[in-house]
């Protein structure tokens, strides 16, 4: 008898978006000639920068000649583009990371859910609460937890972001072994100092844990002195692992590239209590179970690094970031406390009392404008909701109107 696995049973099913759907149907239905202003997903709008479409291009051209033309490349990418994310990446900020140290991929969503199959299932997992769901539902598939109860998974240790730690999570008061941490936040906004981040360094080390930092969104980050990347911190290379995407600075949601950094010296530990290199370990689930990015999208990415790429991303995140900041000034003169919008194209709104759909509820019927409800990320959620700089500013400006209107 084929049996399957019980622990996708327990996993919750998620409703967010397709609750957010529903309701935007509904109110489509009842009102025809209202249009509706979406600030609700995190996917971006704008158009791919003109030096990957050229480089992207050129690689298609070299794919139609037999003398240019590329079969299979190395699964962990190409040279070209780890030397380029090696030198742009980190070695410009000071941060000692080398090209074979990048594993390139078409995903941070499959690398954060992917990576957690190198670790024993007994591990102790600690996930932020508001979260991007990937860490805590590829944890419960492969059974590092208990039933759903009560709102969370037994055998979890949820690292509360809220208000009152200006939702960066403490220090877990249990011991635990993989953690979870993404800065700048999804769906917070938040930001990490390097002090707070040399906390958890320094936690990894005494507790003997593993730090997975997902910064999807580090290229939002305008205040120079907070970590880009984890490994800006001392001794962050033997207890940290960095997810990075070109989905949010460059446009690639729909292109699809990313890449991990797993370094030499990254450890873990066997079950007699040796050290383990976990570059290995990674390389070996890698090349077995993925076989490499494209190499036109390779070359799309690696001109994200030329100089008119890096003027153009800039562009492209300075375009976001002044929408958020506008959807910050916005919330703020209606009396709204919120965080993000400043380095992160994530706003974190408190809804001053209100249940977490009854304000996405009043934003849609009254404003026309749809948001991310906090309760779907998480218990720390609800009572908040999440609006995306991910739209154009003609669309923030009309929507933030609506919502003044709406509100007064
Ligand atoms: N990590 C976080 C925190 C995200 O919010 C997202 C996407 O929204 C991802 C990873 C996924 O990135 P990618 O498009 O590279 O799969």
Same mark, same amino acid.
């Given at each position: 008898m084929i049996t399957i696995n019980e622990h996708y049973l327990k996993l919750q099913a998620s409703y967010l978006f397709s609750d957010i759907a529903k309701r935007v149907a509904a109110f489509q239905k009842n009102n025809p000639d209202k249009d509706i202003i979406k600030l609700g997903i995190g996917d971006v709008t704008r158009a791919l920068p003109p030096a990957c479409i050229e480089a992207f291009h050129q690689a298609v051209d070299e794919m139609a000649v037999e003398t240019s033309f590329h079969g299979y490349g190395p699964e962990q990418g190409y040279a070209f583009l780890r030397e380029a994310i090696a030198k742009n990446d980190f070695q410009a900020r000071g941060a000692d990371i080398s090209a074979d140290e990048i594993f390139v991929s078409d995903g941070a969503k499959c690398d954060t859910g992917n990576i957690q199959e190198i670790f024993a299932t007994d591990v102790k997992v600690a996930i932020p609460d508001p979260v991007y769901p990937v860490y805590l539902d590829t944890n419960v598939m492969a059974g590092r937890t208990g039933i759903f109860n009560d709102g969370r998974f037994q055998g979890l240790c949820y690292l509360d972001s809220t208000r009152e730690n200006n939702f960066v999570p403490d220090l877990p008061t249990e011991p635990v072994d993989l953690i979870y941490l993404c800065f700048p936040n999804n769906p917070t906004g938040s930001s990490i100092t390097k002090e707070q981040l040399k906390k958890w360094v320094n936690y990894a080390h005494d507790n003997k844990a593993l730090i997975l930092f997902d910064a999807a969104y580090e290229a939002f980050i305008r205040d120079e002195s907070l970590p880009k990347s984890i490994f800006e911190i001392d001794g962050a290379k033997e207890v940290a692992i960095e997810f990075r995407s070109f989905s949010k600075n460059a446009g690639f949601t729909g292109t699809r590239c990313a890449y991990t950094v797993i370094p030499k010296e990254c450890r873990a530990f066997d079950a007699t209590g040796g050290k383990q290199a976990l570059h290995p370990l990674w390389n070996r689930r890698h090349c077995t179970k993925f076989n490499g990015v494209s190499y036109p999208i390779q070359k799309a990415a690696a001109a994200v690094y030329s100089e008119a790429g890096k003027v153009q991303t800039r562009e492209l995140t300075d375009y976001y970031l002044t929408n958020a900041a506008l959807i910050r000034k916005e919330i703020t003169a209606l009396g709204f406390d919120s965080v993000g919008g400043d380095n992160s194209p994530y706003i974190w709104i408190d809804g !001053?009392? !209100?249940?977490s759909w009854e304000f996405f509820d009043m934003l849609l019927n009254k404003a026309g404008v749809v948001c991310t409800p906090g309760a779907g990320f998480g218990k720390c959620g609800q009572g908040y909701i999440r609006l995306s700089a991910f739209n154009s500013y003609q669309n923030v400006e009309k929507a933030m109107k609506r919502i003044k209107q709406a509100l007064q």
């Open positions: !001053r009392g !209100r249940d």
